[in-house]
């Protein structure tokens, strides 16, 4: 059942909310047909049309709240013709939803419509950009709050809260239901994308807790922007995005030893890095490439990505190129974090006399005050200029910032390498 509901909610959610006009009140028909089928499968036995089932008993439930209601108007009325053409007639007696689902038609075309349009609801901006991410994992992914909870490491109370004041803001706002006009989509699109970026990120590099990757949460960005790929395939950013999180996952196997510890890149045994996601993710890259616009934030990421994925060793990569692709990223979408990571590749390709001002500027400019991410790079590059006691100093503050307890154990890791004293 939770399989059945994690690839088919969004279509069922898509649908009831066409049928409603209701976004918040059709993820909770949804539930509850759920809630239904809970009861009811494990007695009577699993469907022939599961996903037929379940979108059969939320119509229903929409149908039996609006006479509840007295809302006997022709939103109504449309309900029940829907209905009836699933299998149960206007009128008539209602007959077992497990018979009524054989009937229940899905049109291709009108599914990926609705799974499209509950994404760009999803991530409306109106939501909080938390509100945004909560509600993505509860409607496209099929996550319960107890899931998303344990994923971020926050109370299951938080994301059931967050998820009910999403709704009520998007109720309020009267947002539609509907794809947005191709006027707005551009940037509509670029809020899903972020949404999905998010999440996949603190899968792969967890902010907090005792594991370094969480790879049910990463794996749920995927299969996020997979779905996004088949239902905008003429985007370039949408593959750019599928590319980044292919050729960024396909180096998990690899990041982390027996024990669960982090592996830094240059220990990293390369022969266990998935080598069909690197496929994956560079033919993604490919077919963004083809479309000739110009790479974009995510296109220009998925090209640093590539590099890794292809260099046979870290002595071996291509660092200049690395710092030039940084360098367009930075002037495409400027930020402390672009600019630490061109910082590190500047220490690769150049030496790290020539990255440490980089690394200044940011720290003088109070960037990342509270990231363990300044200190940690800042450290690295003292320790190999040969200035131990101002490294260790780093290491130590970058200690105190982090919530990764994997992360932690590697700088304390560094600071022990650097032996008792004051100088290497």
Known sequence: MAAVWRIESARIVGALARYTGEFGLAEDLAQEALAEALVTWPRDGVPHNPAGWLLTVGRRRAVDGFRRRAALDDRYAALARDLGEGGVAAGSDPVDPVRAAEQVLWDPDRIDDDVLALMFVSCHPVLSPEARVALTLRVIGGLTS????????????????????????????????EIPPAAERPDRLVSVLRVIYVIFTEG?????????????LAAEAQRLARVLTRLVPDEPEVHSLLALLEL???????????????VLLEDQDRRRWDR????????ALARAERVRRGLGIYGLQAAIAECHATAPSVADTDWDRIVLLYEALGRLAPSPIVEVNRAVAVAMARGPAAALPIVDDL?????????????????????????????????ERAIVRCGNERERSVLERKIELLGPGTAR
């Open 146 to 177: 107890d899931e998303i909870a344990r994923a971020f490491l926050i109370p299951t109370a938080t994301v059931q809260a967050r998820i009910t004041r999403a709704k009520k803001t998007l109720t309020a706002a009267r947002v539609p239901f």
């Open 363 to 395: 720290e003088a400019a109070g960037e990342l005050a509270n990231s363990h991410l300044l200190p940690s790079v800042r450290g690295e590059l003292l320790i190999r200029l040969g200035r131990t006691a101002e490294a260790r100093a780093e290491l």
């Open 204 to 216: 792969s590099s967890a902010s907090s807790g005792t594991d370094l990757i969480r790879f049910d």
């Open 276 to 283: 069909s996601a690197i496929g994956r993710g560079r033919a």
């Open 248 to 262: 960024t996952a396909a180096r998990f196997p690899a990041r982390t030893g027996p024990d669960g510890a982090p």
